[in-house]
């Protein structure tokens, strides 16, 4: 598990769930990035991008994103393979896998599976990540 050193991160957009939770800490740029990716391949599926292409290399697609924008989450590099686990593993677990870990065997076939649906259908799998990612996140914890 990755440790940024920089205070927590907030993106500036009054809707994001996460940059807005309570529970702010250093882990809420690495949040608010997959958050914004997975948002991000919604529209990505639409035009028909492959869910495969859509879910590596997000921190470059990042980078890409945040020139002359402060506000898009841009997580270091050495945080990158980090966040692109996370974002296969939200996105399987949206497809039904009760996975825990990102180093889940089963993962790989999974969106294997979810990469051969329409993309309209892809889309919703996205969009429930989000919606799945956003609860499991900002949530407060139970006391
Ligand atoms: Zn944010």
Redesign the pocket.
């Given at each position: 598990m990755p440790h940024p050193t920089k205070p927590a991160?907030?993106?500036h957009?009054d809707a994001?769930p996460?940059?807005t939770a309570p529970e702010r800490d250093e882990m809420?740029l690495l949040r608010?990035a997959i958050?914004?990716l997975l948002e991000h391949g919604r529209w990505m599926a639409a035009d028909e991008i492959p869910l495969a292409e859509i879910l590596s290399a997000g921190g470059d697609y990042l980078s890409g994103l945040a020139v002359g924008d402060d506000d898009t989450?841009v997580p270091a590099v050495e945080h990158w393979a980090w966040l692109d686990a996370e974002l296969r593993l939200a996105v399987a677990r949206a497809a039904g896998l009760d996975a825990v870990s990102t180093l889940d065997p089963r993962i790989d076939s999974v969106l294997a599976t979810a990469a051969r649906r329409s993309w309209r259908r892809q889309m919703d799998l996205l969009d429930l990540a989000a919606k799945q990612f956003t609860e499991r996140h900002t949530r407060p914890r139970a006391a």
């Amino acid at each position: 598990m990755p440790h940024p050193t920089k205070p927590a991160w907030n993106c500036h957009n009054d809707a994001c769930p996460v940059c807005t939770a309570p529970e702010r800490d250093e882990m809420t740029l690495l949040r608010c990035a997959i958050l914004t990716l997975l948002e991000h391949g919604r529209w990505m599926a639409a035009d028909e991008i492959p869910l495969a292409e859509i879910l590596s290399a997000g921190g470059d697609y990042l980078s890409g994103l945040a020139v002359g924008d402060d506000d898009t989450p841009v997580p270091a590099v050495e945080h990158w393979a980090w966040l692109d686990a996370e974002l296969r593993l939200a996105v399987a677990r949206a497809a039904g896998l009760d996975a825990v870990s990102t180093l889940d065997p089963r993962i790989d076939s999974v969106l294997a599976t979810a990469a051969r649906r329409s993309w309209r259908r892809q889309m919703d799998l996205l969009d429930l990540a989000a919606k799945q990612f956003t609860e499991r996140h900002t949530r407060p914890r139970a006391a």
